[in-house]
């Protein structure tokens, strides 16, 4: 199983500030990487898919990075709404995985 | 506009049994592989089960193989859990996702129901 390891755990930072998430995944994922993004009580939404394309409706200000083992999420101005909890997922190899999480928080 | 409704939740004892449905609307239900992901309270998420387009192939996670069962009904447009050997462990939010469309995977997981909840409890 690929295991999937998002840090930091939680990043506390303010409105207009850039957002740098990571996730690490224990082998080669080549470009199955997917990030979604989850509020309280809702469902999670599909932000970046195959490890840089923006699914439909995403902002811009969202954009992902990477291939193989090492990953970014990058949030380039925090809108209020952007605080969340953000998780990435690969479809490389079964069963499909989920990192940890990575809570977005307001300072 | 794509919907996916999950139903069938509610509260179980251990060892018992539990179906969830999912229908789908707004799309050509056939066309598409199904997910079942689940997400404990307070937790991450954790995927359970995949289903091709044409229920040809199913796939499980290790944790609910031999218990759990993924089905579909494409003259229905509905997707199906049946859950057996219920654990505590298995309470959980369970979500239906759109995965992969039979004619390439464009942008997998990308429509998600509002979920579930299934708690295991005596």
């Known amino acids: 199983e690929i295991v999937l390891t998002q840090s930091p755990a939680t990043l506390s930072l303010s409105p207009g500030e850039r957002a740098t998430l990571s996730c690490r995944a224990s082998q080669s994922v080549n470009s199955y990487l997917a990030w979604y993004q989850q509020k309280p009580g809702q469902a999670p939404r599909l932000l970046i898919y195959?490890?840089?394309n923006r699914a439909t409706g995403i902002p811009a200000r969202f954009s992902g990075s990477g291939s193989g083992t090492d990953f970014t999420l990058t949030v380039s101005s925090l809108e209020p709404e952007d605080f969340a909890v953000y998780y990435c997922q690969q479809r490389s190899n079964w069963p499909l995985t989920f990192g940890g999480g990575t809570k977005v928080e307001i300072k | 506009q794509v919907q996916l409704v999950e139903s069938g939740g509610g509260v179980v004892q251990p060892g018992g049994s539990l179906r969830l449905s999912c229908a789908a609307s707004g799309f050509t239900f056939s066309s598409y592989s199904m997910h079942w992901v689940r997400q404990a309270p307070g937790r991450g998420l954790e995927w359970v089960a995949i289903?091709?387009?044409?229920?040809?192939?199913?796939n499980y996670a290790d944790s609910v193989k031999g218990r759990f069962t993924i089905s579909r009904d494409n003259s229905k447009n509905t997707l199906s859990l049946h859950m057996n050997s219920l654990r505590a462990e298995d309470t959980a939010v369970y979500y239906c996702a759109r995965g992969c469309s039979s004619g390439g995977c464009h942008s997998p997981f990308d429509y998600w129901g509002q979920g579930t909840l299934v708690t295991v409890s005596s």
């Open positions: 289903i091709l387009y044409d229920g040809s192939s199913k």
């Open positions: 195959d490890a840089s």
